[in-house]
C-alpha cells in the first residue's frame, strides 16, 4: 500500500468513526469526542449509566471545581484525570483542550451539577471543539431549571429559561422587563441572599402573577413554594433566616386581561391620583391591558 493510498484509508477511518459511537455499540468509545455529561443537582443517584462509563473511559474530565467533582468522582469509582475550566480561564482551556483532541483524545465535560452551559461554563470550549471539527456528544440528565418546571405545576407547553437576574436593580428590572411581553412561562435563576428583592422585582414589573420557588432540588430539604408573589415575598420575609441554596422561580404567564369600558387615558390619571408616577402608571395599565408601552403613550398624548 502506497503511502498515499494509507493516508485515504485512516481519513475514511476517522470520518467514519462517529457512526460507531452510537448507543448500539456501548462499549466503544470513540477517540476525538467531546462529551457534554450532565450530572446529578443533588442527589448523587441520578446519573446514567451511560454518563459514569463515558466518565470513566474518556482520556480527560474538564470540570470547574477539581475538588467538588471529585466527590462524584470518587463515589462512582472513577479515577479519571481532571482538569479545571471556569469563567476566568474558559478561553485559554477551549485552545488545550481542542489540542487534547487533535491529539486523539476524548474528554468528558462537566460542571459542578447539572446540565453544563445551563448558566454554568463551556459554551467556548463546546464552540471551539465545533469549529475544529470535532464531535460533540451530548449526555442528558438533570437539570434544575427542568426539574423545578416538570413539579412546579405551572403550564409546560411553552417556557422561556432566562437564566440569572443581574445582580444591580436597574439592569435586573430592565431584564425583567424585556421578557413582560412573553406568553409563556418563566424561568429563572437567583441566589439565597438576593431571592426577596428579586421576587419583590419581579411582582412590581410582571404583575402580582402566580409563582413558584423551588430549592435544594432532589436534596434532603427539597422545598417548593407556591402562590402569587407578593405572597411568596411575605412568606420568605418571614423566616427567620435566610434561606440555604439557590433558587429557581417560575413565574406563570399573565392573566387575561380584564375586560373594561375605561379608556386608557382615563385609567393613567386614576392611578397618578394615587401616587404613582405617570411613567410607572403607564406601565401597569400597560401590563394589565396586554398593550405595549407605546400604545398606552400614544392614548395618553390623544387624551390631553
Known sequence: VTAAGYLHISLIGRLTAPLQSSPFYPNNLMSAVLYVVATPIGNLEDITFRAVRILKEADIIACEDTRHTRKLLDHYGVSTPMVSYHEH?????AGEIVERLRAGES???VSDAGTPLVSDPGYRVVAAAAEAGFAVTPLPGACASIAALCASGLPTDSFRFCGFLPHKPGQRRKAIEA????????????APHRIVEAVEELRGVLGNRNAVLAREITKIHEEFLRGRLDELASRLG???SAAKGEFTILIAK?????????????AVKRLERTGVSRMEAMKQVARERGLSKREVYSAVEQGK
Open 254 to 266: 399573565a392573566d387575561e386581561p380584564a375586560a373594561t369600558d375605561e379608556p386608557v387615558a382615563a
Open 107 to 109: 474528554v468528558a465535560l
Open 238 to 240: 418571614e423566616r427567620e
Open 179 to 190: 421578557v413582560s411581553a412573553e406568553t409563556a412561562t418563566l424561568v429563572f435563576y437567583e
Open 89 to 93: 480561564n474558559e478561553t485559554a482551556r
